[in-house]
């Protein structure tokens, strides 16, 4: 039987998630190792930056087009390791020469509403539905450090290099490699709803590219902080880790 994948543990106080477009990132497999002690001036080859006040309901997606730098080089320069940010929070922005106001949301978010409209998601792995989810979302045991910690997604039992597929129609936020994540991708559906799979074996997606529900964005893999080979999938409404099982059919 395959060992249940988990991530390192977060650092500092949890925080409001605004993320990425994710999107979401990303707590799967539970915490993530955090890099925030690393200086930012180090992390980027871009020379000189501004830092951004990260205004209510701003992603990291949002701030990278406004001041075209790329998620990545965000993320590394200020430590995340898991595309989380509050607002009011200073973010630097390596290689920008002063500070922009990012453009107006203009998709219908639903706030007042509570839930986006386009809830309903595909499973990611074809023919797989909740019996093969291994580890609920929620509080668990870490499987590597014993310890009480958040589960941010859910884990999906499936065979080394099964097809992995976007949930639902979308636009790829991050496609790479995340520090407990492993390869990962992340896909922002519109309305404040992220995807994240994560612990692929590679990912067939780039950043920017559309995909549609039911497309291949990658394989089941063990990469990152994993204990077996799975599916590590997430859903993020409006930042914030919410349960995929009530949003999957």
Avoid at 22 to 47: F, I, K, Y
Avoid at 112 to 125: F, I, M, Q, R, Y
Avoid at 239 to 247: K, Q, S
Wanted: with cysteine; glycine share 12%; proline share 4%.
């Amino acid at each position: 039987m395959r060992r249940r994948g988990a991530l390192g543990t977060a650092a500092a106080a949890s925080l409001i998630v605004v993320t990425i477009a994710g999107a979401a990132w990303l707590g799967g497999c539970t915490p993530l190792e955090h890099h925030a002690r690393r200086s930012r001036a180090v992390t980027s080859s871009r020379s000189g930056g501004v830092y951004h006040t990260v205004r209510k309901g701003e992603t990291l997606w949002r701030i990278s087009r406004t001041y075209g730098v790329s998620i990545s080089e965000i993320t590394e320069a200020n430590g995340l390791a898991d595309f989380t940010i509050r607002t009011g929070q200073k973010l630097y922005v390596p290689g920008a020469s002063k500070v922009r106001e990012t453009s107006p949301i203009t998709r219908t978010t639903r706030e007042d509403v509570g839930e986006p409209t386009n809830a309903k998601l595909a499973w990611p792995l074809a023919g797989r539905g909740r019996g093969a989810v291994t580890s609920g979302f929620g509080n668990r045991e870490d499987p590597i450090l014993g310890t009480t910690e958040f589960h941010k997604g859910i884990d999906i039992d499936g065979a080394r290099e099964e097809r992995v597929l976007a949930a639902q129609d979308g636009e790829v936020v991050f496609a790479g490699s995340m520090s407990g994540y492993g390869t990962v991708v992340m896909i922002d559906h519109a309305e404040r709803l992220i995807t994240v799979y994560a612990h692929l074996s590679r990912e067939v997606v780039n950043l920017e590219d559309r995909v549609t529900q039911g497309q291949t964005i990658g394989y089941v893999g063990s990469t990152g902080r994993a204990t077996g080979t799975h599916l590590h999938f997430e859903v993020r409404y409006k930042g914030v880790p919410v349960d995929p099982l009530d949003y999957l059919p």
